[in-house]
């Protein structure tokens, strides 16, 4: 099993489909990484040796802002919206849709579940 980024990728997947699992790579990233390293995206991760591995971490390490790095980036940049009250800093903070969705029906997770209507009678009990 190979360690890269701190992620361990399954041994039996296509590299390819293995490097999806770092937070920051996708199918086509995954797909550029590999040919710039010319490894062939049908190989197993097994089937990898040290030299394919150690080359693709350089390849992460130099070019890429992944895992943690990334996440960090990207909550630093909500907070900014936030504090500068843009529409979407805004959105952000109702926890709200900020791309157009509709809200009338859908967005439940932000918007929390129904409530119940005050002052509606019970049924009495028998």
């Known amino acids: 099993m190979a360690r890269i980024e701190g992620v361990d990728l399954p041994k039996n997947k296509r590299i390819a489909i293995g490097l999806t699992y770092i937070y920051g790579i996708g ?39 992944l895992e943690g790095n990334l996440k960090r980036l990207e909550s630093i940049n909500i907070k900014r919206l936030m ?10 903070r109702l926890k709200l849709p900020l791309r157009g969705q509709r809200t009338r029906t859908n967005a439940r997770t932000g918007r929390g579940t129904k409530k119940t209507i005050a002052g509606k009678k019970k049924a009495p009990k028998k």
């Open 83 to 92: 504090d500068i009250g843009c529409y979407k800093g805004r959105r952000h």
């Open 27 to 65: 199918i086509s990233r995954s797909i550029e990484i590999l040919n710039k390293i010319n490894i062939k995206p049908e190989i197993k991760i097994k089937e990898l040796n040290d030299k394919q591995i150690i080359a693709i971490r350089n390849i992460l390490n130099n070019e890429y802002e």
